[in-house]
């Protein structure tokens, strides 16, 4: 998948493509594929377990019930981190 987007009317490319690093910063633990869903809009990033967990963890105490976010098994990674990762490495 070359864009973290699949929704065919969204650009695939915004301002500075940082979002493409293909570096964990967790190198030593697997990467996941997280998936945000809103209404037709499809949004696929991959993030180091550790991250995507946290991040799962405090999007279930609140957040807006008509997108869903979840993380998935399917043995695809997205070619796009997940914006912030750094920042949900701590619970």
Request: with cysteine; net charge negative; glycine share 6%.
């Amino acid at each position: 998948m070359a864009s973290a987007l699949a929704h065919p009317d969204f650009p695939a490319q915004h301002g500075a493509d940082s979002s493409q690093a293909t570096e964990s910063p967790c190198p030593s633990e697997p990467d996941v594929h997280l998936r945000f869903q809103w209404e037709d809009w499809v949004f696929d990033y991959r993030g180091c377990r550790t991250a995507v967990e946290n991040f799962l963890r405090k999007w279930s105490q609140g957040h807006n019930p008509a997108i869903t976010a979840v993380g998935i098994f399917d043995g695809f990674l997205p070619d796009h981190r997940m914006p912030c990762e750094e920042l949900w490495l701590l619970p």
